[in-house]
């Protein structure tokens, strides 16, 4: 099976397969996370799971971001929750705000009609500038630049297995580039123009793709080979920054913004950072860490379940809502959800 389906190698399982090197420096990563002083009880949360379950063994330091200053409340119940460094840096203005050439009039209609259809907060200003930072601007804050690695942190998220190894160093050692734990279906009303405006990049920028690059997984066979909307769901992601500096990334990104679709659609950073991944990176590259418990909202990726409900999102308890559909199926390729002999959840 594994010659069969060598693509999907990296992701069927072991940690084994990949090289762990100790001794050497450790790497240059942080805890980063986009919060209001408001979510102070949502952020507290995740940390103290997140700290109990795996940083206190490494202490990677936290970096906080917001678009206003952080109270001094907010600064002294995060650092009380950690023997980490923690960082509370302000989002410069330039990155919050619209680009001038943005027609206001267009940008009132989309927060008028998406907000009318029901998409996710699509009548949210702060919601369109909180997606465009997340997928172009998160990495050139200043307080990145020193740093390699992040790991995307948001308030009110669970982590509840323990992590026995340093993430990090897993992700340096095999020269990771994204890693990942859920993959979603999400609302595809909020990015209209995203695929067009994606393939139309490829067509001018052919030479900008990774050779090995696998867009498959992400375009609907069946139909029209339009992206079919699988994304990696990117409240959790563990990623690397000189990947997001990289030209391929920003090249892309500008190409988006300048089509105006953070603010006439409501382009999200999770199928934008799919898309990029996907573009200029091998998939060898990108990693599934499914032995990461985590739940987001109603979605969970849950490494406790041994059998096939393990690939799949299990619905935290809750009558109203439906959690997202799974496209793992996608990424991991078509029969993956029939077990096979042999194989075991062991980590090793
Ligand atoms: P959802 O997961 O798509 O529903 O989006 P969230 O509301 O959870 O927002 C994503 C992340 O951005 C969370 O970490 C929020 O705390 C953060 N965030 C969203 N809007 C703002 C904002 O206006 N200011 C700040 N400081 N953080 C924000
Ligand atoms: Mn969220």
């Given at each position: 099976w594994l010659e069969k389906n060598g693509n999907n190698r990296h992701a069927v399982g072991s940690r084994g397969h990949f090289r762990s090197v100790g001794?050497?420096?450790?790497?240059?990563?942080?805890?980063i996370s986009l919060v209001r002083n408001s979510e102070l009880e949502g952020i507290v949360q995740s940390m103290r799971q997140l700290?109990?379950?795996?940083?206190?063994?490494?202490?990677?330091?936290?970096?906080?971001?917001?678009?206003?200053?952080?109270?001094?409340?907010?600064?002294?119940?995060?650092?009380?929750l950690t023997s980490a460094r923690c960082y509370y840096e302000v989002v410069p203005k330039e990155h919050w705000s619209m680009p001038s050439w943005i027609d206001e009039g267009r940008?009132?209609?989309?927060?008028?009609?998406?907000?009318?259809?029901?998409?996710?907060?699509?009548?949210?200003?702060?919601?369109?500038?909180?997606?465009r930072w997340n997928s172009g601007f998160f990495y050139k804050h200043p307080r990145l630049l020193e740093l390699d690695f992040y790991w995307r942190v948001e308030p009110d998220v669970h982590f509840?297995?323990?992590?026995?190894?340093?993430?990090?160093?897993?992700?340096s050692d095999n020269k990771m580039k994204y890693g990942?734990?859920?993959n979603i279906l999400d609302d595809a009303r909020s990015f209209p123009s995203l695929w067009s405006r994606t393939r139309a990049f490829i067509n001018k920028y052919p030479e900008l793709l990774h050779p090995e690059s696998d867009l498959d997984w992400l375009l609907d066979a069946q139909n029209s080979g339009d992206y079919n909307n699988c994304q990696f769901f990117s409240n959790f992601e563990i990623?690397?920054?000189?990947?997001?500096?990289?030209?391929?990334?920003?090249?892309?990104?500008?190409?988006?913004?300048?089509?105006?679709?953070?603010?006439?659609?409501?382009?999200?950073?999770?199928?934008?950072?799919?898309?990029?991944?996907?573009?200029?990176?091998?998939?060898?590259?990108?990693?599934?860490?499914?032995?990461?418990?985590?739940?987001?909202?109603?979605?969970?990726?849950?490494?406790?379940s041994i059998d096939e409900n393990f690939y799949r999102l299990v619905p935290f308890e809750s009558p109203q809502k439906k959690p997202a559909d799974t496209c793992i199926r996608q990424f991991l390729g078509g029969d993956w959800l029939n077990k096979r002999p042999g194989w075991s959840q062991s980590s090793e």
């Open positions: 001794g050497r420096g450790r790497p240059r990563a942080a805890l700290e109990y379950h795996w940083n206190h063994k490494y202490n990677y330091p936290w970096i906080f971001f917001n678009d206003e200053p952080f109270s001094d409340e907010f600064k002294q119940a995060t650092q009380n940008f009132m209609n989309s927060l008028e009609y998406l907000g009318a259809i029901g998409v996710g907060k699509g009548w949210m200003i702060s919601y369109r500038h909180m997606c509840y297995c323990d992590i026995d190894y340093d993430v990090f160093r897993f992700m990942f734990n859920m990623g690397d920054l000189r990947f997001f500096r990289g030209e391929q990334n920003e090249k892309y990104f500008d190409w988006l913004d300048k089509s105006g679709g953070f603010y006439y659609e409501r382009f999200g950073d999770a199928p934008i950072h799919t898309l990029a991944v996907a573009m200029f990176v091998p998939k060898r590259e990108i990693w599934f860490f499914r032995d990461i418990g985590y739940q987001h909202d109603i979605n969970r990726c849950d490494p406790t």
